[in-house]
């Protein structure tokens, strides 16, 4: 079982900067692929980056350049650091869990956060 609990979004102004957290319980932290999903208003939950247990990553196509996902197992963390923002980044930013391989479908996650807010003002 894990536990996920996201932090660090707030409001920011478009071109500014946020750095997620995401603090995940238990001793098997690093034997898990993480990832981080969002979801806008009236929108699904979408695929925004994701990292594997070995530290390689991938990003959805609309984050790419822009956000950077890393991961510290010593402290059972997953970051999400987001530059360059826009106002359609704005979303509830949720991060993940999964035993196996990196995937970007929503539903082969088997652990999620409460999510966090990012709002980014035009």
């Known amino acids: 079982q894990v536990q996920l609990v996201e932090s660090g979004g707030g409001l920011v102004q478009a071109g500014g900067s946020l750095r997620l957290s995401c603090a995940a319980s238990?001793?098997?932290?690093?034997?898990?692929?993480m990832a981080w999903f969002r979801q806008a208003p009236g929108k699904e939950r979408e695929f925004a980056a994701a990292?594997?247990?070995?530290?390689?990553?991938t990003y959805a196509d609309s984050v790419k350049g822009r956000f950077t996902i890393s991961r510290d197992n010593a402290k059972n963390t997953v970051f999400l650091q987001m530059s360059s923002l826009k106002p359609e980044d704005t979303a509830i930013y949720y991060c993940a869990a999964r035993q196996s391989a990196v995937v970007m479908a929503r539903s082969l996650y088997d652990y999620w956060g409460q999510g966090t807010q990012v709002t980014v003002s035009s």
């Open positions: 990292i594997s247990q070995y530290g390689s990553t």
């Open positions: 238990g001793r098997t932290f690093s034997g898990y692929a």
